[in-house]
């Protein structure tokens, strides 16, 4: 591997990456700061024997580093104290061999969204909660040379001729960039964190995401090869629930995922991964979801796991679903069931084939049996809405029937939602299908009379 390879597949330091960031007390305390910072970085990199370095282990390369910078700074003549002489080494350390200020945020398990909103902001999302941070890029070409070391890890560029870019690092977190002249006042980073260990069942059901009741049917629907929609909005969780559903696919079936930015965590042995490629500059070289999934069906799947349903692959995925390939999964972006079945319709529509209204829905209907809605409250907490079951056609209008879902009560005065879990009494028609597979689900299950905070 080369010196350049090992600088941009290093992403921390330990011992460094969880120094707190420099705070000057000043704006020109903070010139001068990295007035000195780049100084040093310039010196180092006329130093530096590519040579020599390309043969050390990736800790040594690091710990070179930081020795070559201490020497640097003990050549200098600015006088500086012993926090920002390590915040220098830190930052150094980051520049060369990860993505900048970044690092310092991308260490923070806590933290779920980093948003780059042009070189001078940058919030991050704990809790559900947006807030600013103190971290910033030196100018646009700094952000710029950052966003341009994301990319490329995967084969992609950005540039005026192509200034929007999807994208994902190392550990599966997604990666979004929009660059001038499309965002006006400076590039925009967005990076969507993925957990370096997945959440589990046990996880979301502590978060009180949704209860353990919930949990038993929607594990047993997914060992059942029963197809499910998981539908929600930006952030809602719908990604994460997807993970997690798919952990309970049995290890002997073969799983073929398909997803714009790979980012599902299967633990399977039998998994195959499919991304969709993007245009090249010339416009040529695209790869659809949709032409994967039709892909996907030679390549004989017992399950096809896609990430989002967004466009003309939704047809192809329906008659997946109908022709065999059972038990597969996909996400929408909806704010209500009857709103995914909405957008499911148009979807078809998208695709060409000038079906009538009601042959789209009766294979809507006949494809999907499990609506799950995932959302994220204003309190920042995520809830699993409604569990509904598609039961058919009546007339021309798909019928459903909810079976567990999540009412909301009021909001107490810190901002927390207050709400409860509740059955709805109905007991779903899949339930004959879990008894052929073995899983049967006690009759207190569905009853209407049990409330869960």
């Known amino acids: 591997m080369s010196l350049r390879d090992r600088l941009e597949n290093?992403?921390?330091?330990?011992?460094?990456a969880q120094l707190p960031p420099l705070k000057p007390a000043a704006a020109a305390d903070y010139h001068a700061y990295q007035s000195l910072k780049s100084r040093i970085h310039r010196t180092l990199l006329d130093r530096l024997d590519l040579a020599v370095m390309e043969s050390l282990p990736p800790d040594r390369l690091g710990e070179e580093l930081k020795n070559m910078?201490?020497?640097?700074?003990?050549?200098?003549?600015?006088?500086?104290n012993e926090t920002e002489r390590k915040n220098i080494v830190r930052d150094i350390q980051h520049e060369m061999l990860g993505l900048g200020p970044l690092e310092l945020l991308l260490v923070d398990p806590s933290i779920s969204d980093i948003l780059v909103n042009t070189h001078r902001q940058i919030y991050v999302e704990r809790g559900g909660r947006l807030e600013m941070t103190d971290v910033r890029f030196n100018?646009?070409?700094?952000?710029?040379?950052?966003?341009?070391k994301i990319v490329s890890r995967i084969g992609r560029h950005v540039d005026e001729s192509s200034p929007m870019v999807d994208a994902r690092l190392p550990d599966g977190s997604r990666v979004n960039a929009i660059i001038p002249p499309l965002a006006i006042d400076g590039p925009i980073l967005s990076i969507r964190r993925f957990a370096v260990v997945p959440l589990k069942m046990d996880d979301i059901i502590q978060l009180k995401s949704l209860t353990a009741e919930m949990s038993e049917m929607l594990q047993g629907l997914a060992k059942a090869k029963?197809?499910?929609?998981?539908?929600?909005?930006?952030?809602?969780g719908k990604t994460t629930l997807l993970n997690i559903l798919s952990g309970n696919i049995p290890a002997s079936e073969r799983i073929v995922t398909i997803e714009d930015a790979a980012e599902l965590q299967l633990q399977q042995p039998h998994v195959v991964r499919l991304e969709t490629r993007p245009p090249n500059i010339e416009g040529k070289g695209e790869v659809t979801q949709r032409t994967l999934v039709r892909n996907a069906l030679r390549m004989r799947p017992d399950r096809i796991v896609l990430g989002e349903v967004r466009g003309e692959e939704a047809v192809d995925m329906l008659q997946a679903m109908n022709t065999g390939h059972e038990g597969s999964m996909a996400t929408i972006h909806a704010n209500t069931p009857r709103d995914a079945l909405t957008r499911m319709e148009n979807m078809i529509g998208m695709a060409g084939m000038n079906l009538p209204p009601k042959a789209a829905r009766q294979q809507i209907a006949s494809a999907i049996t499990v609506i799950i809605q995932i959302a994220r409250l204003s309190d920042?907490?995520?809830?699993?809405?409604?569990?509904?079951?598609?039961?058919?056609?009546?007339?021309?209008v798909i019928t459903t029937q909810d079976i567990f879902t999540f009412k909301q009560t009021g909001?107490?005065?810190?901002?927390?939602?207050?709400?409860?879990?509740?059955?709805?009494?109905?007991?779903?028609?899949?339930?004959?299908?879990?008894?052929?597979?073995?899983?049967?689900?006690?009759?207190?299950?569905?009853?209407?009379?049990?409330?869960?905070?």
């Open 226 to 236: 029963v197809n499910m929609l998981i539908s929600g909005g930006t952030g809602g």
């Open 411 to 453: 909001v107490a005065p810190d901002g927390t939602v207050l709400g409860h879990f509740a059955a709805t009494g109905v007991r779903p028609k899949f339930t004959d299908r879990l008894l052929a597979h073995g899983i049967a689900l006690p009759e207190k299950l569905f009853d209407p009379t049990r409330l869960y905070a």
């Open 139 to 148: 100018d646009d070409a700094h952000l710029l040379k950052i966003i341009d």
């Open 380 to 396: 920042g907490k995520r809830k699993l809405l409604n569990i509904q079951e598609i039961t058919g056609m009546e007339g021309e």
């Open 69 to 80: 910078v201490e020497r640097l700074l003990a050549e200098d003549s600015v006088v500086i």
């Open 10 to 16: 290093i992403r921390s330091i330990p011992g460094n």
